[in-house]
């Protein structure tokens, strides 16, 4: 099985700053299986990238990823206030779906 | 729009039964392929089981094979999770989500709790 590991465990940032988040695979996985999304408390998460640089509908352009191999990458270029919650890389592989433990990013 | 709905959720003891259920709305339900992911208080997502569009083949993660079953209803627009033997650590909230590679659209979740 393939494990994602996301570092840091939380990012302490201030609005307006840029986000970069990690996603390391234990084996190399096709970008095309690689997505990430958004989970603020309470709710659902949200679908914000797939096959590693796709923006999902709806999204905005401050959101980008890139990667490629084994290690994956999220930006957000200006963190605006909504954006502050816990994000989550995910893969697909031999009809398994895993996904890596999270990135918190805080209001610093 | 698409929705979809959980239900089924509650209180439970180890060892007991529950079937989880996802009503599924503005899409064509049977060409979708669906998925249960949980997610324990506090912790991550933790993809559970996956079926395919005409429900001929699932897929299971290691901690569930042979306690849990996913099956759906395409008359009915709904998936659903028919698990057994319930542990403690499957206490978790349980999301029903749409996709192939990857989830586009997730219910709000039901919460299950095993406990005595």
């Known amino acids: 099985e393939i494990v994602l590991t996301q570092s840091p465990g939380t990012l302490s940032l201030s609005p307006g700053e840029r986000a970069t988040l990690s996603c390391r695979a234990s084996?190399?996985?096709?970008?095309?299986?690689l997505a990430w999304y958004q989970q603020k408390p309470g709710q659902a998460p949200r679908l914000l990238m797939y096959?590693?640089?796709s923006r999902a509908t709806g999204i905005p352009d401050r959101f980008s990823g890139s990667g490629s191999g084994t290690d994956f990458t999220l930006t957000v270029s200006r963190l605006e206030p909504e954006d502050f919650a816990v994000y989550y890389c995910?893969?697909?592989?031999?009809?398994?779906?895993?996904f890596g433990q999270g990135t918190k990013v805080e209001i610093k | 729009e698409v929705q979809l709905v959980e239900s089924g959720g509650g209180l439970v003891q180890p060892g007991g039964s529950l079937r989880l259920s996802c009503a599924a709305s503005?899409?064509?339900?049977?060409?979708?392929?669906m998925h249960w992911v949980r997610q324990a208080p506090g912790q991550g997502l933790v993809w559970v089981s996956h079926?395919?569009?005409?429900?001929?083949?699932?897929n299971y993660a290691d901690s569930v094979k042979g306690r849990f079953t996913i099956s759906r209803d395409n008359a009915k627009n709904t998936l659903y999770l028919q698990m057994n033997s319930l542990r403690v650590e499957d206490t978790a909230v349980y999301f029903c989500?749409?996709?192939?590679?990857?989830?586009?659209?997730w219910g709000q979740g039901t919460l299950v709790t095993v406990s005595s």
């Open positions: 989500a749409r996709g192939r590679l990857y989830f586009d659209y």
């Open positions: 503005g899409f064509t339900f049977s060409t979708y392929w």
């Open positions: 079926i395919n569009s005409d429900g001929s083949s699932t």
């Open positions: 084996q190399n996985i096709s970008s095309s299986y």
């Open positions: 096959g590693a640089s």
């Open positions: 995910q893969q697909y592989g031999r009809s398994s779906w895993t």
